[in-house]
């Protein structure tokens, strides 16, 4: 039977707002800039091609169509599998569109809850990931634990802020599974790998507790001030893990969003400074502004910045995976800085490839950055500003580290290199030293050897 094809231009501004809304709320997150260029052009005008497309978005034409699409068209397909019965992609989004709209009336007025009823959508894994059920071993992490348990005893917003393999998630994990049901009567633990919208996850947030209100919410404030209620009849410790997928780092301010930040904000006030009995800990790769400042007025916030493990915690990662040369150790030890995710993938590839000999390692001459690091690193490097960038690329040319004075020019002003520098270092890509020099303190920066490896290896 052939499809009836949907005119150029059939839908209207606020029709293609509502039908973006439907998707994202399907999709359970916003669309990214590249992907909202895309499908939004397209809602215009479906007969474009990728290169129209990039000319006039501002995007590369390969970039659209080799990463962009491929990735949309296949997270739709697995959202909408049930209901569409086909593959998603560039050529049968008219058809799925109009299916789409057949089920709405698209200039009406509808919230996320009832277009997932609607669309009979369950909540997916992307916002439901739960701790692991085993207990995670840990390695010297004793004093990080108990920091963490008093924190949670004194503050009810906690951030924990670390570089990539570092060990956030693990730590938490076996915090939540060793000493948290001790200080909690409910964890819930989520994932913002996706970033969900502030309102999609509060309302997932509201439903675990398996309550409804009998009056409608008619803004997010009044979801929240119901959450509220709900933490103050229990205590509840809430994880929020990857929760840098909610920002990305731009010129102006280490802290833009991807949805609207203003409405996470909102929900970090509001966990830290309302009355209640429960906490909230964030797990990320950046600092989040709000918790400093929340800090900083004395308020009910804290932050712990998690590093690398001391030399004898890290000597047992490589003891664990049976390698050889123990007087060897310790260079490996501090080519990776004590990170134990990459130590632990490491030292797979020195049992692998040189029989667990860590002298033959070395004797490469090399860093090998993992597969799944190096591409969370780019992700991270990606979202950074020019200036940041440039600032990078400098300090990886270094052969040692520098002081502020020596990168003074590598940037339009000494203004904007402070900044960059001060970003830099709150993602844990920068090392900011301190170092004695004629009874004076002077600061160095430097890059970790994993960090440099990556963007030598991918400048232009």
Known sequence: MMHQQVSVNRYTEQEIKFLITVLEVALERKFEDAEFALIGALLHDFSLGYEEIAQTRGYSKNYLRGQVGPRLWQDLSNVFQNSFRQPINKSSLERFVKHLAEQFNLSGDIDANQIRLQLKIEPSDAIAVQHPETLIQLYGRDAELAELSNLLSHYQCVSLVGAIGVGKTSLTS????????????????????HAPTPELLVDDLISVFRQTSSKSFTSFAEKLNFLMTLLQQQRCLIVLDSAESIIQTTAISALNT?????????LIRYIAEQQHQSSLLLLS???????????????????IML??????????????HQLKDPSSWDAVIKMYQGNPGLLTQISRYIQTCFGGRVRHFLRCGTIVVPDEASKLYLEQIHQLSESDRIVLLDLATQNAPVQLSELYGVVKSRSTLIKSLTRLVELCLVERQEIESDREIEFVFDLAPVVKKIILAHSP
């Open 285 to 303: 790769r950046q600092r989040f502004n709000q918790i400093v400042r929340l800090h900083h007025s004395k308020r009910s916030a804290q932050e």
């Open 174 to 193: 076996h915090w939540v599974q060793s000493f948290g049901q001790n200080q909690f009567d409910v964890v819930i633990w989520r994932s913002l790998i």
């Open 258 to 266: 991807y949805g609207d930040l203003r409405d996470y904000n909102q």
């Open 307 to 320: 590093s690398g493990l001391a030399l004898e915690a890290a000597q047992r990662i490589l003891a664990t």
